[in-house]
């Protein structure tokens, strides 16, 4: 995916979509400053105060088999939201996704439009199905995969759900 402009109907704003540049640790850790607790537990599955270098080096990994969508709000130099999917090494057409979304910009359809694009460039790149590891207690995200996935495949295993579709 090229970069893109969209605008944002909820903000009045623009937004603006772009690749992550692999090893962008600065676009990372600046996501990753504007999460609050709640949202940290909920995207990473647990209590993170602080990414790891590993974690960080990961995260910003961009290659054949790790995409990563960063969006943007015009008047705003950090990060908004972040969407990646990482290729499964075993079997080409399966991915992994993952999202976050600044706490300033929750509910406003960043997230669900960047893990749109997302899953379009995923399609494009040969996957045709993708699976989600989401906190059983975060209900937006949840929700934002029902949307995005039509009906995807739940399961639920204690505090962690498995949203598996096809794209």
Known sequence: MHARALHNRKLGKLVFVRLLDDGDTVAVAALFERLGPESRQQR??????????????????????HHVLVAYVDGDERPAAMARIVRNTTNRTDGEIAFEVADPYQGFGI???????LLADARAAGIVRVDAFVQTSNRAALGLLRRVLGAPMIRVEGAETVVAAGV
Do not use: C
Request: cysteine-free; glycine content about 6%; hydrophobic content about 40%.
């Open 44 to 65: 990473f599955l647990g209590a993170k105060p602080r990414l790891t270098s590993r974690e960080l080096d990961s995260l910003t990994r961009v290659d054949a088999d």
């Open 111 to 117: 997230g669900t439009e960047l893990v749109r694009l």
